[in-house]
């Protein structure tokens, strides 16, 4: 058995998230496990980094999996980009050591949120940005985010009330780029909870449009309570950018 | 009578082309009109400078209407992108002396067709490129390209059989830029006939896939027969870029 990494591009769309769902599947995992078992005539289990939400985008998913093949590298990948979905895309393939596994082996991870602040979304990125249409003060988001980076108890940004793991996370780096009327920010750590990313976000968009205080931020992460954060922003605006691995 | 000019861009994936046709009524210039009659409560005629096929894109479409209205610019260009749909977008809006007519003014359009050569299309640009999947020899579609530049009877490049007018375009330049595994044509002239640029477009692949000789074109100008030209390319990968006027 070999094991293969792919880095995989989606357009999440219209699909409902990463993870499969049983036989009726619209799932990225399950499109390209199908297409892996088209190609193999066995049941090919594909791992993701980690899941990600239904709508949710990504540039730079990293999944593995196990097959026997005498197929080269750019064969494998050729036959899936053949048999995919246009709004799936393998960027690379390449194997790897046997127990290399893309969720337990990723250190780090990168998810963009785009935000138009402007008055219409330009058409071509309509599916790709939240449309919220107001201006931000992203200075105080800045200073909001500074409160949010560091290993902390992120209970109060996570949608799984029923989460019986730790919900403690080292959220890296918040990072914030204007481009015209639009708003990048990129959050960087070592994992995230379910819907973590799409709360912070909400949180400190409600900073930026001066419904919260940036100092309001300690006092939320103490609360460790679902219901003293901001809201969920919608999954259009957010993408999977980056995971990082040890060398 | 005020005359107002203003810069489109729209995703014409789902339209029928820019030019209005009759009362089921799916096209960029009557999704416009019906939201300026809405505004005004009279029937209000848009003049683009020209038409675009079905499934053609606009980056800078120019049009201009007519209309007696009390408010000011800015707040027409917003109630028109608060009632177009998301995929058409008013870039700006200005008022123009009376006399301006966006068509018959239209002094030089350029077109912009894209390519993918590699193996898939990018995810978020699938509707934006033609999938052509080969790679094509650049040096002999710019040789090509060199015999179709200047002021020729370009019949040989259009659709229309019944085309009475004459069919004689000054195509100014034809460019090419290469980035990464997509390629990227523009098209500059003073104006284009029924589907030129796409027959253009798909007679030049063939001369870098090397089943035409660059030679050719000027025997294929010479016959006046569309059936000598090459094929007619997709229209996703075809947007107008730009028009200029006289300043």
Redesign the interface.
Known sequence: MKNYRIVV???GSRYDGWQKQGNTDQTIQGKIEQVLERMSGKSIEVHGSGRTDAGV?ALNQVANFHIDSDRKDQEIK?YL?HYLP????VKTLEEVPERFHSRLNAEEKTYLYRIEMG??????D?K?IYGLHKKLDVKAMERAAAYLCGEHDFKSFCSNRKMKKSTVRNLKKIEFEKEDSRLFVRFTGDGFLYNMVRILMGTLIEVGLKERSPEEMAGILNALDRKTAGYTVPPEGLFLENVRYKQ
Chains 1, 2 share one sequence.
């Open positions: 591009e989606y357009d985008h050729e980009n246009e709004d799936i895309r008055e219409k979304r330009q058409v071509f309509r790709y």
